[in-house]
């Protein structure tokens, strides 16, 4: 999702003046229909499905439609304005109107949508989704991730599983493991593993199969060959930087894509009181768990000595693992930095630019 500063301009038939706020649910929805003097002029629910959704709101003439960001918002809104409605999706996260509603209940916040977005759209802090083939793309690299998950779980339960029994499996990558590690399996235990040792090979296989993919991906988004040009920064993380961003140009400083992906610190502050607090985690917490990995192979032992690496260090200095940890998100942030810089500028990345 693209966080947008203007709402999505009125078609011609928006002289109706009707509002229509969609409470979405994952079998059925909730809707209130406001007309121009904000009264209610219909509610009623609606199942989440296409053809229901387009049979009921097909006939209506051109609204101001406002939905909450969910799972089912990216083709809800897309169809929505085939229909010829001007489409809203509101931040469920910055509208605390709704999501801390002591009264809070689907029937209630399809009417609060609707009356928000009557009075001033700009409350929503409105969102504009992906286009259809960056959400496909994205897809395929959240699915290998899941996989890649899958698979270190599985790793870690067998080597539990057999230091339990007094003994260890050797240290191997994650993609040999199935083969490295079968001679050390104890005897009485191989009954136990051998199908998860078959399950892990599986996975490795496929995996495979999701980078061959990932390789034809870079060649339909030349751009990611401009990222890569720091060390540290691969496939992975170049393409989840640009199916996530699509638009650069959506960003007016390069400075506003950290505190977008939610790596930079809550506030609270209030008179002589301003704690430190933890991130906020919004945005796509994909990306940036892959920029925090970043930073901290750049942080680590075989990262290329750089401005953005020498910074890093001295923010972590010789502290605890709490103010190396800072340092690392520190890093990260500043790597969205750097990573939207190239991409707008296109200028060749000098690592000791500061330096020199």
């Given at each position: ?17 009707l509002t ?14 406001l ?18 959704l387009r ?10 439609v406002?939905?909450e ?10 169809l ?5 409605h ?40 409105p ?9 496909r793309?994205?897809?395929v ?51 136990a593993?051998?199908?998860?040792l ?13 980078d061959r ?20 920064v ?5 393409l ?8 650069p ?23 002589d ?9 919004t ?11 970043c ?9 290329e ?10 923010l972590a ?11 690392v ?6 790597l ?12 060749v ?8």
């Open positions: 999702m693209q966080q947008v500063t203007t709402v999505v301009a009125a078609r011609s038939g928006m002289s109706t003046g229509l706020g969609l409470d979405l649910g994952d079998r059925t929805s909730h809707f209130a229909l007309d121009v003097e904000g009264q209610v002029v219909e509610r009623g629910t609606v199942a989440t499905t296409r053809e229901a049979q009921r709101f097909a006939q209506l003439p051109s609204s101001r406002v939905l960001v969910s799972t089912h918002s990216p083709w809800v809104s897309a929505l304005q085939e229909l010829h001007a489409v809203i999706v509101a931040n469920a996260r910055a509208v605390k109107a709704v999501s801390q509603n002591p009264r809070k209940s689907d029937r209630i916040d399809a009417e609060l949508l609707a009356r928000l977005a009557r009075v001033d759209p700009a409350l929503l802090h969102l504009a989704h992906r286009g259809e083939t960056a959400q793309d994205l897809a690299l959240r699915a290998r991730d899941s996989l890649v998950r899958a698979r270190s779980r599985l790793i870690n339960s067998a080597r539990g599983l057999v230091k339990a029994a007094g003994a260890r499996l050797p240290m191997c990558g994650a993609d040999a493991f199935h083969r490295r590690v079968v001679e050390a399996v104890p005897a009485e235990l191989r009954p593993l051998e199908p998860l078959e399950v892990c090979a599986a996975l490795t296989q496929q995996l495979r199969a999701y993919q990932v390789e034809a991906m870079l060649l339909r988004y030349p751009e990611t060959q401009q990222l890569r040009q720091l060390r540290g691969g496939p992975l993380t170049s989840a930087f640009v199916l996530t961003i699509d638009d140009q959506r960003f007016t400083r390069s400075r506003m894509v950290g505190p977008y992906l939610g790596l930079v610190p809550r506030r609270r502050q209030s008179g009181r301003d704690p430190e607090l933890h991130i906020t985690k945005g796509d917490g994909f990306v940036r768990k892959l920029l925090v990995e930073a901290q192979y750049m942080l680590g032992p075989f990262g000595d750089c401005d953005l690496r020498r910074w890093g260090l001295r200095g010789e502290g605890s693992t709490a103010r190396k940890r800072r340092a998100v520190a890093v990260a942030r500043k969205a930095t750097l990573l939207h810089r190239l991409w707008v500028t296109g200028e990345y000098e690592p000791l630019r500061q330096a020199a």
